[in-house]
């Protein structure tokens, strides 16, 4: 971390990324041990370790008692999956709980790549390299029409590891379905610029790797919620390890310019995480 100039890492699961089980009792006894785990672990580093929280959602009164114990101990953000419980999607009621106390407590939610229900492309047959859908590209728009952001007013939502090259079809497609069906009923009552506006408004952020165009998604309003993503323990696109000079190169270059790479480096996941 100091070597390529780290001042916070956030932690985020592995093998936990995916459903393990569909039993309560055996989800509140991994994910209490993990995230028990990595409070001991990280609790001497001096807030340089940070750590989001497994909440065991088939128990829901256990995962709001798991954020309480995570915000006390050095978590900075609730894992959330595009799916969970059977098929729930991220704008489900029964998740509102969980939103609330994660707002009382400045936690944000954080969609990460991974979960149950993904579905594959016919396009990648047998022997193929698997191409996965990810349904986290769908979580903001779902959020959004069903007006979540405005239920829980200072909630903060990321999606985390699973690339930014959708947002500009996302705003579009919202954009499109606005016009033809008025299907944003929030938007019709507080009107906004969907392209320029949409991130930034709902508290969106959304991490980007060094294969999106960053200068191309700044067209979509994204100053201000996009932050670097890592993989530093894994070999796969989201693991470069000059991820973070990348970006600064972008600014040093003119690219983009350098307070919106700042942004991407330090101000944005500073907020997002509220550090």
């Not at 590209?137 to 939502?157: N, Q």
Request: a negative charge; proline letters at 7%; aromatic letters at 10%.
């Amino acid at each position: 971390m100091d070597a390529i100039g780290v001042d916070v890492q956030v932690i985020y699961p592995t093998y936990l990324l995916n459903v393990p089980t569909d039993r309560p009792e055996v989800e509140l006894a991994l994910y209490r041990s993990y995230n028990r785990w990595l409070a001991d672990r990280t609790a001497e580093v001096n807030g340089r370790l940070r750590w989001v929280i497994l909440p065991p959602v088939r128990s829901m009164d256990k995962a709001l008692e798991e954020l309480r114990f995570g915000k006390e101990h050095g978590a900075c953000g609730v894992f959330k999956r595009a799916f969970e419980c059977g098929g729930k999607p991220v704008s489900h009621p029964y998740f509102f709980p969980l939103y609330e106390e994660a707002m009382r407590l400045d936690l944000p939610i954080c969609i990460h790549t991974g979960g149950e229900n993904l579905s594959k492309s016919a396009a990648a047959g047998r022997g193929d390299a698997p191409f996965q859908v990810r349904p986290q590209i769908g979580c903001f728009p779902i959020l959004a029409m069903r007006g979540i952001p405005a239920r829980f007013p200072t909630l903060r939502f990321g999606v985390i590891e699973a690339m930014a090259s959708w947002v500009p079809h996302v705003i579009a497609d919202l954009k499109a379905k606005n016009k033809y069906s008025g299907i944003l009923k929030f938007y019709a009552e507080h009107p906004m610029n969907l392209q320029e506006d949409f991130l930034r408004a709902n508290r969106f952020y959304v991490t980007c790797q060094t294969s999106d165009d960053v200068p191309y998604l700044l067209k979509f309003g994204a100053e201000d919620s996009l932050m670097i993503g890592t993989d530093y323990s894994h070999d796969d696109q989201s693991g470069v390890i000059e991820a973070l000079s990348h970006i600064e190169r972008l600014g040093i270059d003119g690219e983009i310019p350098t307070e919106v790479s700042k942004n991407i480096l330090v101000n944005n996941p500073r907020t997002f995480y509220g550090l």
